[in-house]
């Protein structure tokens, strides 16, 4: 099966009532570390690449690995998103080279560190909208800012300082046209994102049910959705590193939020800590070995064990044969039948 959008595959979870994780990925061993993961699960998957990993692979080897990917895994509904989009020309470079899905982060301004206003993030977001939908590319907006900084890009903070108005959402949603919406609500991009367990105070769950019930329609992204496990964090402190006490996403938070309306769940974190720890085993247990295999093996299987593991718990598991690919050019002539307003 081609590429597929992501459009198609959110839609795909709605009527299956279960959430899809969007793993980031920088190089071969993590892109397959997911494919053995959903191939295990049978789940179709999204992939996703921030300017910084397209800058670090060269955009051009990463998109021929997913090309690879789809090859040997032809059984997979696979979507090749862009994350967190910083500029009109940078989702449209995304377009260009062959990606099914842009986000457009216009929560932020060019630089990815200042917060927008609201007309600047529609502007952005619905000129995207445009471009995108001619080809039959899926458009991810944000409204709200995240918290946290990854790969240079974010405003930093909490979380908790911009978290997403619902109303302001809902105007957001019909003034940019856009297939899949990140809300803001307390989570954060990287390890430390809660200095204890959260509860309500910090994770808003309850901004989520009510832009949910609000938007019953719209598909909602959960950014910052990694758990932070405590044993991978342990195997790496165990192993000469340095990581200081942090709490994620618990699991059971989001699937509360996938039973309210989150179809896509972003996860990278929890990845680059299990490979950090699996290399960082080999090296203390075995310092005499050099050969980069040795220790990027059991590195891909840590991370393909996170991802299966969420995979099912997203429920995303089982359902990669459940519809074929539409085309990107029959995606454009369904957006073109339903213009926005
Ligand atoms: P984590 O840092 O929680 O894995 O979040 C990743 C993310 O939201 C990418 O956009």
Known sequence: MPLVSMRQLLDEAAKGGYGVGAFNVNNMEQIQSIMEAARETKSPVIVQASRGARSYSQDKFLYHLMLAANELYPEIPLVLHQDHGNSVATCKSAIDLGFTSVMMDGSLMEDGKTPSSFEYNVKVTREVVELAHAKGVTVEGEIGVLGGIEDGHGAGGTGLEHVTDPEQAARFVEQTGVDALAIAIGTSHGAYKFSRKPDGAVLKMDRLIEIHNLLPKVHLV????????????????????????????????????????????????????????????????????????????????????????????????????????????????????????
């Open 222 to 341: 959960m950014h910052g959705s990694s758990s932070v496990p405590q044993d991978l964090q342990d195997i790496i402190n165990k192993y000469g590193g340095k990581l200081k006490p942090t709490w994620g996403v618990p699991v059971e938070e989001i699937q509360l939020g996938i039973r309210n309306g989150v179809r896509k769940v972003n996860v990278d974190t929890d990845n680059r800590l299990a490979i950090t720890g699996a290399i960082r085993k080999v090296f203390a247990e075995t310092p005499e070995k050099f050969d980069p295999r040795d220790y990027m093996k059991p590195a891909r299987e840590a991370m393909q064990k996170v991802v299966a593991q969420r995979m099912t718990q997203f429920g995303q598991a089982g359902h990669a044969g459940d519809y074929e690919a539409i085309p990107l050019a029959l995606m454009a002539e369904q957006y073109a039948a339903q213009p926005v307003a």
